[in-house]
């Protein structure tokens, strides 16, 4: 089976830093996707981990230990428009399993 | 840059009817894919395809859905007899490539399904 677990919602200011965990425990493992998702609209590929560690894309950082079975996503320098839910994906063969998603609201 | 294209955006349908979602994937991209997300809820994935075949689908996938590549760039999901909990939107996504290579699934924009 699936399960993959991140907090529902998060607040933070604009200018500020937030970091998104996500907790998996999956049947396989062939890498774990974050995707930023606005309401009613498709989510949008954010970043990509296979191998433990860091990458980072900009505003954007992910970091995954899969020995951990753990991953977080960083983003740095909130702007009001990154106010979206935040999914975490892990892919196992073909599929992608989705976790709930976290709502990020940036105030001002 | 190249996107997934899916239609229509909205569509509205009798409880029983056979309905059909359109998709068409980035062209230099060899696996499709359809998930759906009842509104509210995490997005499911509903099967992929590859190499005119379906490589896997999930236990939502009975055989009231089907999916067709009909030519070279069309990809379409077929419900035959919808239910009202077929309601919610059905996102077509593609890929270049798919393990051991980091290349991510591309979403089109959806079709919210409506079943009356």
């Known amino acids: 089976g699936q399960n993959i677990d991140q907090p529902t919602e998060m607040t933070a200011t604009e200018g500020a830093i937030v970091q998104i965990n996500c907790t998996y425990q999956?049947?396989?493992?062939?890498?774990l996707f974050w995707y930023q998702q606005h309401a009613g609209e498709a989510p949008t590929f954010l970043s990509y981990?296979?191998?433990?560690g860091l990458e980072e894309k900009g505003r954007f950082s992910s970091f995954l230990s899969r020995s951990k079975g753990y991953s977080y996503l960083l983003l740095k320098e909130l702007q009001m428009k990154d106010s979206a839910s935040y999914l975490c994906a892990v892919r196992n063969d073909y599929k992608l399993s989705f976790g709930a998603g976290t709502t990020v609201t940036v105030r001002a | 840059e190249p996107e997934v294209t899916q239609t229509p955006s909205h569509q509205v349908t009798q409880m029983g009817q056979e309905v059909i979602l359109r998709c068409v994937p980035i062209s230099n991209h060899l696996y499709f894919y359809w998930y759906r997300q009842i509104l509210g809820q995490k997005v499911e994935f509903l099967v992929s395809f590859y190499n005119n075949e379906i490589s896997e689908k999930s236990e939502i996938f009975d055989d009231q859905f089907s999916v067709e590549r009909p030519d070279g760039s069309n990809f379409t999901l077929k419900i035959r007899s919808t239910k009202l909990e077929d309601s919610a939107m059905y996102f077509c996504?593609?890929?270049?490539?798919?393990?051991?290579?980091?290349?991510?699934?591309?979403f089109g924009d959806g079709t919210r399904l409506s079943i009356l």
């Open positions: 999956t049947s396989g493992f062939n890498g």
């Open positions: 996504a593609s890929s270049r490539g798919l393990r051991g290579s980091n290349q991510p699934q591309h």
């Open positions: 981990n296979v191998l433990d």
